[in-house]
T-cell receptor, first 112, second 114 residues
């Protein structure tokens, strides 16, 4: 998927535990995004980054934090996972000057 | 906020027929539109895009039509094949929305009947 690797692909965790999802790109694109996808809601933006150490909130950012210390890596952290955060998480990238997003393969997260 | 929506959640077509998937958008300031295909267990995959200064754009077996008057776009897939089975969703771009101006629809599930 367009030089984007998400890890892990699947994770099961318990309520209250911290979880970190990783997105790694080899495209050297400036913009990186984290979305969650849920039935009936489509893709909803959690956080995005417009450069190293430059991040901003999306529409569903509560309970999530992100970090981008290198161009190629964008981490999504759930400080204390809740069952409502059970979802499929997608990372996407976008090059400067381009409009379309390129998506990774997703991480299926289950919080029990 | 403004959103992109789809008319039908499921579309069933016969193999070999043409498929038409519709999408309505509400943001009149949107000037770029994109269609994605998502197969089960995979990430969304870019199909085709169109800018607001165009009414039609063709790709390989796919055509996107844009009607700005009624804020509607459609994706036409010619000679539908089993591999076309997927969820298709559109997105529109409002540049006033900052680094992320894309608004995604919820998707239409295209089912191919043999």
């Amino acid at each position: 998927d367009a030089g984007i690797t998400q890890s892990p692909r699947h994770k099961v965790t318990e309520t209250g535990t911290p979880v970190t999802l990783r997105c790694h790109q080899t495209e050297n694109h400036r913009y990186m995004y984290w979305y969650r996808q849920d039935p009936g809601h489509g893709l909803r933006l959690i956080h995005y980054s417009y450069g190293v150490k430059d991040t901003d909130k999306g529409e569903v950012s509560d309970g999530y934090s992100v970090s981008r210390s290198k161009t190629e890596d964008f981490l999504l952290t759930l400080e204390s996972a809740t069952s409502s955060q059970t979802s499929v998480y997608f990372c996407a990238i976008r090059d400067r000057g381009a409009e379309k997003l390129l998506f990774g393969s997703g991480t299926q997260l289950s919080v029990l | 906020g403004e959103s992109v929506g789809l008319h039908l959640p499921t579309l069933s077509v016969q193999e070999g027929d043409n498929s038409i998937i519709n999408c309505a958008y509400s943001n009149s300031a949107s000037d770029y539109f994109i269609w994605y295909k998502q197969e089960s267990g995979k990430g969304p995959q870019f199909i085709i895009d169109i800018r607001s200064n165009m009414d039609k754009r063709q790709g390989q077996r796919v055509t996107v039509l844009l009607n700005k008057t009624v804020k509607h776009l459609s994706l036409q897939i010619a000679a539908t094949q089993p591999g076309d089975s997927a969820v298709y969703f559109c997105a529109d771009l409002n540049r006033g929305g900052g680094a992320d101006g894309l608004t995604f629809g919820k998707g239409t599930h295209l089912i191919i009947q043999p």
